[in-house]
C-alpha cells in the first residue's frame, strides 16, 4: 500500500477500478424498474424512521438541545452516517479476497484494485446517505455551516483508518477464516460500545472512563459534534485515532505485501 | 520486444498436518509445513514469434506452470521474465457479469487487462465486428448462449495484438467455424512476432501451431522436442498406466519412431503390396494397395484389435479406423500365434510422404490396454502417375462442367 510500484499499478488499471466501482452501483438497481431510486430509498427510509420515532413518539432530550427540533435525530444520524461507512467498508474489506476469488485465481491484474473498488463503493453508497442528510438539515433548518469542512479531514482519517484495518484482516481472512466470523461479533459489540444510539453523558462515571479507550469516539464524537453543535470539532482527541491510524496502515501493507503472492495458493 | 524465459522455475503448496498448524507456524516462526511439488525445476525460453505448446496429462502441473508464467500464481523457487504486452485466456470471459449487456461487458473484460475506456471505445467496432453476435451485443450476457459468449470473450481478449499471448485449452469451445477464425487470428499473431504459448490436449492445434512442444509429467518436462515427436511420445505415454516400455528410435527416415506397449502381441512386420500382389515402396495416386501387417502372440489374450491409419507428413491423420469399428476382433489368440492383417484400400492421397500407424489393443481404443502401438511403422511416397495436376492431402476424382453461355437469356434460366 505504501509502495509506489503499487501506487503506479493502480493508476494503470483505474480504468477496471472505476469501472467496477460503477458496474457494481448499477448492477445492482439494473433490472429494477425504478433504478437509481432504490439508492437514495434505504437513506430516506433511516432518517424518517429516525425522525419519527424520536422527535414524535419516544421524544428523547439532549441536554443543552432541548430546544432544537429533531435533535436527537440529528445526532443519531451523525453518528449513524459515519459508524456506517466504518462498518460497510470494513465488512467488504474483511472478505474481498474471498469474495473474489475466482477472479483472483484466473486473472492477472494489480490485487490492491480489490480493496480500492470495495473502498469506493462504501464511500458511494455513504455518500448519497450523507447528501440525504444535508438535504434534511437543510429543510428543518439545522445547517452545519462552515464548520462541515471539518468532515473532509474526519473522512480521510477514517478512510485511512479502516483501509489499513480492513486489508489486514482481509489478508489475515484468508488464511484463517474464523477472522471473517470474528468480525461479525465485534462489528456488534463495538456499535453498542460506541455513543451512537445514546450520549456519552448518560454512562455512569465508569464507563464514561472505559469508554476513552475507544478509539473510534473522538471519530463519532466529531461528526456529532459538527452536525449537531454546528461547531468545530475537538481535532486534539483525535490525536490517538491518528497514530493508530499509521500502525493500521503499516500493518495492513506488510500483512498484504508479505502474503499477497502466497494468497492465491490458498483460495 | 517480446521474450519469455522460464528459469528453473517450481512450485510448491503448503500442507499444514491440522487446523491449528498454521497459526502455530505464523505466530512462533517455526516451519509446520510440507511442501507439495507440483513444479519442479522447468526451465525453457522462448523466442519471439516462436510457438510452443506446452502438453501433458491432467495434474501434471500445466495449469499451475501457466498461472506462475502469467504471474497469477508466484514460483516457490526461480524465476520468470517476461516482456512486452502479455494476454492471457487463461479462462475466458473472466469478469464478465450476466445482468450486463454485451457492450458492457466488454468494457468490464477489456479494464481487467489494463485498457482504458477510450481505448475500448475505439476498439469496440473491430471486436463486435470479430465476435458476430449482431444485435445481441446489447443484450444482456445472460441470454447468450454459451459459444456466442466464448465469441465475445475471444474477441475481447485478443483485441489488441500481444506480444506474448497465452491459451490454456481456450480453443477447444466454439463452434467450427469460429474456431478456424480464432486459429486464424492466432496465427497471424505469430505470424506478425507475437510469441504463443499454447496449452492444449488437441493434437492438431498443438502440431499446427506450433514450433516446439514441451511434455510435463508430474511436474518435470519429461520430453521437448518438435511437436510430431513430443505428441507421439505422449500418446505413448497415454496409452497405459501399465508397466511398459516407451522407446524411440531413430528410424531410416530420420523421424522418430515411437514404439511403446506390453508387447503381449507385437507387430513384426509391415509391407506395401500392389494389386497385383508385388511388394512397393512407392504408391501411384488412387492405386488399389494392401498393406500386410505382420503380428505375433507372445502371451495368450483374451482380445486383439488392430488400429491402422494414415498420417501425412505433419503427423496429422488421414485417416484411420480399427477393427473394432469393423466388427472384426479377434476374441482370443494363443501364444506363439502369428496373425495377419490385410488392410486393402485405395490410395486416395495426394502426392508426397506419408507413414502408416498401426496399433495392438484390446479393446475399443488404447486407454484400457496397449499391446503395441508404433507411430510411423511404414513410410512410404505417394506419386502422381497418370491423375491431372492436383494439390492437397487427398485424391479425389472429382468433375468440372463447364459450359459456355452466349445469350443472357439463358443464365436466367439455368440459376
Not at chain 1, 505504501?2 to 472505476?18: A, D, E, I, K, T
Not at chain 1, 479507550?213 to 449537531?228: D, E, G, H, M, R
Not at chain 2, 498454521?22 to 516462436?50: C, M, N, Y
Not at chain 2, 488399389?288 to 496429422?316: A, E, P, S, Y
Amino acid at each position: 500500500m505504501l509502495h509506489p510500484v503499487m501506487f503506479r499499478s493502480l493508476w494503470q488499471y483505474r480504468g477496471f477500478v472505476w469501472g467496477s466501482v460503477l458496474r457494481e452501483f448499477n448492477g445492482k438497481y439494473r433490472e429494477t424498474l425504478f433504478g437509481a431510486f432504490w439508492a437514495v430509498a434505504g437513506p430516506l427510509t433511516m432518517i424518517v424512521i429516525y425522525t419519527v420515532i424520536f422527535s414524535q413518539l419516544m421524544r428523547p432530550t439532549l441536554s443543552g438541545h432541548e430546544s432544537t427540533p429533531f435533535a436527537f435525530s440529528i445526532y443519531l444520524c451523525a453518528g449513524s452516517i459515519s459508524w456506517g461507512l466504518f462498518a460497510e467498508m470494513l465488512g467488504r474489506l474483511n472478505n474481498v479476497f474471498l469474495e473474489n476469488g475466482n477472479l483472483i485465481k484466473k486473472a492477472s491484474f494489480p490485487r490492491i484494485c480489490l480493496p480500492m473498488i470495495a473502498i469506493l463503493s462504501a464511500l458511494i453508497n455513504s455518500g448519497i446517505l450523507l447528501g440525504i442528510y444535508l438535504l434534511f438539515l437543510l429543510i428543518i433548518g439545522h445547517w452545519p455551516g462552515l464548520p462541515m469542512i471539518s468532515i473532509i479531514p474526519l473522512l480521510v482519517l477514517q478512510l485511512l483508518f479502516t483501509m489499513g484495518l480492513g486489508v489486514a484482516l482481509g489478508t489475515l481472512n484468508v488464511f484463517f477464516r474464523d477472522v471473517g466470523q470474528i468480525i461479525g461479533v465485534v462489528l456488534q459489540f463495538w456499535f453498542w460500545l460506541t455513543p451512537i444510539v445514546y450520549t456519552l453523558q448518560a454512562l455512569p462515571e465508569g464507563a464514561r472512563e472505559l469508554m476513552q479507550f475507544n478509539p473510534l469516539l473522538p471519530l463519532i464524537s466529531a461528526w456529532q459534534t459538527v452536525f449537531l453543535d454546528r461547531t468545530w470539532p475537538d481535532f486534539a482527541s483525535l490525536l490517538p485515532l491518528v497514530v493508530l491510524t499509521l500502525l493500521m496502515l503499516w500493518l495492513g501493507a506488510w500483512l498484504f505485501m508479505g502474503r499477497v503472492g502466497e494468497l492465491v495458493d490458498e483460495l | 520486444m517480446s521474450y519469455l524465459n522460464v528459469r528453473n522455475v517450481g512450485k510448491a503448496y503448503k500442507r499444514y498436518p491440522g487446523k491449528w498448524a498454521r497459526l502455530a507456524e505464523w505466530i512462533t516462526g517455526q516451519e509446520r509445513h510440507e511442501k507439495h511439488w507440483v513444479l519442479r525445476d522447468i526451465s525453457f525460453e522462448v523466442a519471439p514469434g516462436e510457438a510452443v505448446g506446452i502438453i501433458g496429462i491432467n495434474g501434471a502441473g500445466k495449469s499451475t506452470l501457466l498461472k506462475v508464467i502469467t504471474g497469477t500464481a508466484q514460483p516457490t523457487t526461480g524465476s520468470v521474465e517476461i516482456g512486452g504486452r502479455v494476454a492471457a485466456l487463461l479462462e475466458l470471459g473472466m469478469g464478465f457479469h450476466p445482468d450486463f449487456t454485451g457492450r458492457q461487458n466488454v468494457y468490464m473484460g477489456a479494464q481487467i487487462n489494463g485498457l482504458f475506456t477510450e481505448q475500448i471505445g475505439e476498439l469496440m467496432p473491430k471486436i463486435e465486428d470479430f465476435a458476430e453476435i449482431g444485435d445481441y451485443i446489447d443484450q444482456p450476457l445472460r441470454t447468450y448462449s454459451s459459444g456466442m459468449q466464448m465469441r465475445l470473450a475471444f474477441s475481447v481478449a485478443t483485441a489488441i495484438r500481444p506480444d506474448v499471448l497465452i491459451i490454456d485449452e481456450a480453443l477447444s469451445v466454439g463452434d467450427a467455424y469460429f474456431q478456424h477464425k480464432s486459429f486464424d487470428r492466432i496465427r497471424k499473431f505469430g505470424a506478425q512476432g507475437t510469441t504463443l504459448l499454447i496449452v492444449s490436449h488437441d493434437r492438431n492445434a498443438i502440431q499446427t501451431i506450433c514450433n516446439r512442444a514441451i511434455l510435463l509429467k508430474a511436474g518435470v518436462v519429461v520430453k521437448e522436442g518438435e511437436p510430431e515427436e513430443v505428441m507421439d511420445y505422449y500418446s505413448a505415454l497415454l496409452a497405459d498406466h501399465q508397466s511398459q516400455i516407451v522407446k524411440q528410435t531413430i528410424s531410416v527416415e530420420q523421424k522418430v519412431k515411437t514404439d511403446s506397449g506390453t508387447y503381449e502381441a507385437q507387430v513384426t512386420q509391415v509391407e506395401i503390396f500392389d494389386a497385383k500382389g508385388q511388394k512397393i515402396e512407392v504408391v501411384p495416386v488412387g492405386a488399389w494397395v494392401t498393406v500386410r501387417i505382420t503380428v505375433i502372440i507372445n502371451r495368450d489374450i483374451d482380445g486383439l484389435v488392430l488400429g491402422f491409419g494414415i498420417k501425412d507428413r505433419l503427423g496429422q491423420m488421414v485417416f484411420g479406423t480399427n477393427t473394432f469399428h469393423t466388427k472384426q476382433r479377434i476374441e482370443e489368440a494363443k501364444k506363439g500365434e502369428i496373425c495377419l492383417f490385410d488392410v486393402s484400400f485405395h490410395a486416395n492421397l495426394g502426392v508426397g510422404s506419408f507413414s502408416i500407424h498401426c496399433s495392438l489393443v484390446r479393446n475399443e481404443s488404447h486407454v484400457e490396454k496397449n499391446y503395441h502401438w508404433i507411430d510411423r511403422a511404414k513410410v512410404f511416397e505417394v506419386v502422381n502417375v497418370d491423375k491431372p495436376l492436383f494439390v492437397g492431402c487427398a485424391w479425389n476424382n472429382i468433375q468440372f462442367k463447364i459450359k459456355k453461355v452466349s445469350d443472357a437469356q439463358e443464365i436466367t434460366m439455368d440459376s
